[in-house]
């Protein structure tokens, strides 16, 4: 597995959970030394560890068991996400800066925009290296393509000189990329004869490139001396952040550049996705490894019985 390229600078504000205000807070003091004459040493830069995208696509089922503990250990490990809000429309970049405290329903946005991009991810792979696989039955429980139409007006003058519109809504060529879980717009629109899996990899490109943007900055790493250079150095180029979401919709970029496999977890249940760290990993963690042993112990015990 190749290391990520990107070195992420945190805030070095710890976070927690404020359940009754629904909002993730930072935690004061700024953990940080300082020289002794007011000079702060931040936290040093670090390297988001791989997986990270699917640890965070997991909190978004507030339901599942668990959900508050793993929430609040998610934020003790990383702190806040570095957004002011969200955007106003599917077509638009997380507005990433720092602030005191953000909406717990900002995170369930973002965690459960992520997880469908990593199902998204997940089927297209599978479609190109299984050719029996059902990939169009699958992306239906993620992706849908509606119908796109043309709305127009048209204004009637009426005698005391005001207008009446008239709405005409006309069938086009294309159609929407829509989101199946919730019926919100991706944001993407296609040619109707776009092969739904082709469109599916335009999706999910297009939406994590959009989330980079704003997010990442591009800068230089190592510079060596090279005759082969035209400039007499080669130059190693190096990404940061500043924003833990941005680290996140990098290590999803990368887990698709690198055409790394993710998983949904064996145990029924369980939906949680993960990368997983050898080829036979089936299960998203030890607790669910167990949980589906005895699961399947206890359906031998009472096929046994009869
Ligand atoms: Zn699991």
């Given at each position: 597995?190749?290391n990520?390229?990107?070195?992420?600078?945190?805030?070095?504000?710890?976070?927690?959970?404020?359940?009754?205000?629904?909002?993730?807070?930072?935690?004061?003091?700024?953990?940080?030394?300082?020289?002794?004459?007011?000079?702060?040493f931040?936290?040093p830069?670090?390297?988001?560890?791989r997986?990270?995208?699917?640890?965070?696509?997991n909190l978004?089922?507030?339901?599942k068991?668990?959900?508050?503990?793993?929430?609040?250990?998610?934020v003790?490990e990383?702190?806040?996400?570095?957004?002011?809000?969200?955007p106003?429309?599917a077509?638009?970049?997380p507005?990433?800066?720092?602030s005191?405290?953000?909406?717990?329903?900002?995170?369930?946005?973002?965690?459960?925009?992520?997880?469908?991009?990593?199902?998204?991810?997940?089927i297209?792979?599978?479609?190109?290296?299984?050719?029996?696989?059902?990939?169009?039955?699958?992306?239906?429980?993620?992706?849908?393509?509606?119908?796109?139409?043309?709305?127009?007006?048209?204004?009637?003058?009426?005698?005391?000189?005001?207008y009446?519109?008239?709405?005409?809504?006309?069938?086009?060529?294309?159609?929407?990329?829509?989101?199946?879980?919730?019926?919100?717009?991706?944001g993407?629109?296609?040619?109707?004869?776009?092969?739904?899996?082709?469109?599916?990899?335009?999706?999910?490109?297009?939406?994590?490139?959009?989330?980079?943007?704003?997010?990442?900055?591009?800068?230089?790493?190592?510079?060596?001396?090279?005759?082969?250079?035209?400039?007499?150095?080669?130059?190693?180029?190096?990404?940061?952040?500043?924003?833990?979401?941005?680290?996140?919709?990098?290590?999803?970029?990368?887990?698709?550049r690198?055409?790394?496999?993710?998983n949904?977890?064996?145990?029924?249940?369980?939906t949680?996705?993960?990368?997983?760290?050898?080829?036979?990993?089936?299960?998203?963690?030890?607790?669910?490894?167990?949980?589906?042993?005895?699961?399947?112990?206890?359906?031998?015990?009472?096929?046994?019985?009869q």
């Open positions: 597995m190749k990520t390229n990107l070195l992420f600078y945190r805030s070095g504000y710890k976070a927690k959970v404020d359940w009754g205000r629904g909002k993730v807070v930072v935690v004061p003091p700024r953990q940080v030394d300082d020289d002794g004459q007011g000079i702060w931040l936290p830069r670090e390297r988001p560890l997986g990270l995208s699917s640890r965070f696509a978004r089922n507030t339901k068991k668990g959900f508050k503990a793993d929430f609040e250990s998610f003790a990383f702190g806040l996400l570095g957004i002011l809000g969200l106003g429309n077509y638009k970049s507005m990433y800066g720092e005191w405290e953000e909406e717990i329903n900002w995170w369930l946005h973002y965690a459960s925009e992520v997880y469908r991009l990593l199902r998204l991810y997940r297209i792979r599978k479609a190109r290296n299984n050719k029996d696989y059902d990939a169009e039955g699958a992306l239906e429980e993620i992706l849908v393509f509606k119908q796109a139409y043309k709305i127009s007006y048209t204004g009637k003058l009426q005698d005391n000189s005001q009446i519109w008239t709405e005409h809504k006309e069938e086009t060529p294309f159609v929407d990329a829509v989101w199946t879980e919730n019926e919100t717009e991706t993407q629109c296609f040619p109707e004869t776009t092969p739904p899996i082709e469109a599916a990899s335009y999706v999910l490109i297009s939406i994590v490139s959009r989330n980079l943007a704003g997010g990442i900055i591009l800068g230089k790493g190592k510079v060596v001396p090279s005759k082969k250079s035209p400039m007499g150095y080669s130059i190693v180029e190096q990404r940061y952040t500043n924003y833990l979401l941005a680290a996140i919709y990098n290590d999803l970029w990368e887990l698709i690198d055409d790394q496999p993710v949904v977890c064996g145990y029924s249940g369980c949680n996705i993960f990368v997983p760290q050898r080829k036979t990993g089936e299960y998203c963690s030890d607790a669910c490894r167990v949980a589906s042993n005895r699961k399947r112990k206890a359906q031998a015990q009472k096929n046994n019985g």
